[in-house]
């Protein structure tokens, strides 16, 4: 387990950590989320030993890291955000490269390469040059370089940014095949879908803080966020408004003879809502239930859109 506590960083007068703490369980994918400038890079590179912290701990399996970074630089993987390898090299070139600078020996590399460049869908470009990759492609190779020498953690600072949605989805798959294997995942990024699809738990940062951290159902289940749920058909608005009141927890927030919105606390009260309907004779065609996110979640703890640089 990586517990981390109290963690500050500043530069000049400009806090960039103003005291951060979050624990990651082995096998765990970690998400940091927030907006560029939340303090999400700081705080990777602190704790990869890239940058020392003003004050602060933090333990991987009950060892302090700081004070024992040559045995934790032999633990973890980093792939950051700027592409770390050599374009004029193949991937295989590269890959067997890094392996013997983990201190692997010459076979094993090669070996592992080869494993790498299957798992990450770039066996049949084993011998092209990393010049002509694409960027998905590149995103790809990057990860393997971070894993080559099979780390117990893995570090990733938004590494899907700027590529297509195919290698998106790639990435997400070779993620939580990795993770099922035992690998522990730290991984930041300000794209809601891949902290909604990939993450087991979530820290939401803003401005050197952790907001909130949990499970997405916890985080919107603490903050008491609504589901809204729009159906489409043919309404009378006597019923509506008058039957929609005996149903406890549901609200009607917008009305018209052929859409209805009405929010709920939870999904089991949506039942008793269709229910009604049925008693009263109302043709229902569509249901479109949306759920709160990480958006509306981001935006109710920190006043602002998730996505704002």
């Not at 303090?39 to 890291?65: H, Q, V, W």
């Not at 730290?186 to 879908?193: G, K, P, S």
């Amino acid at each position: 387990m990586l517990k981390v506590s109290n963690l500050k960083k500043a530069y000049e007068n400009v806090y960039a950590l103003k005291g951060i703490s979050f624990e990651v369980k082995e096998g765990e994918i970690f998400g940091l989320l927030g907006p560029n400038g939340a303090g999400k890079t700081t705080a990777i590179s602190i704790l990869t030993s890239l940058l020392e912290p003003d004050s602060g701990e933090a333990y991987y399996n009950d060892k302090n890291i700081f004070s024992n970074q040559n045995w934790w630089r032999k633990k973890i993987g980093v792939v950051p955000q700027e592409i770390a390898f050599y374009e004029e090299l193949t991937p295989i070139e590269n890959l067997i490269l890094w392996g013997t600078l983990y201190g692997i020996k010459n076979k094993e590399a090669k070996e592992r390469a080869k494993e790498l460049l299957k798992i990450m869908g770039l066996e049949s470009k084993e011998k092209a040059k990393v010049s002509e990759f694409s960027g998905g492609m590149k995103r790809r190779l990057n990860i393997a370089v971070g894993i080559v020498h099979k780390p117990e953690v893995l570090f990733l600072d938004e590494p899907t940014v700027g590529i297509d949605v195919q290698a998106r989805v790639k990435i997400r798959e070779v993620l939580k095949e990795f993770s099922k294997d035992g690998m522990t995942i730290i991984y930041t990024t300000h794209q809601l879908e891949e902290a909604e699809e990939l993450c087991d738990r979530i820290a939401i940062m803003d401005e050197g803080e952790i907001k909130a951290q949990g499970t997405l159902k916890e985080l919107i289940s603490g903050l008491g966020q609504e589901t809204e749920v729009e159906f489409s058909g043919t309404f009378d608005s006597n019923i509506i408004k008058n039957k929609i009141p005996e149903i406890s927890n549901a609200r009607l927030v917008k009305f018209s003879e052929k859409s209805i919105i009405i929010s709920v606390l939870n999904d089991d009260d949506i039942p008793a809502i269709v229910e009604l309907f049925i008693k009263n004779g109302i043709h229902i065609d569509s249901m479109d239930i949306r759920r709160p996110n990480l958006e509306t979640l981001f935006l109710k703890l920190t006043g602002k859109d998730l996505r704002e640089q």
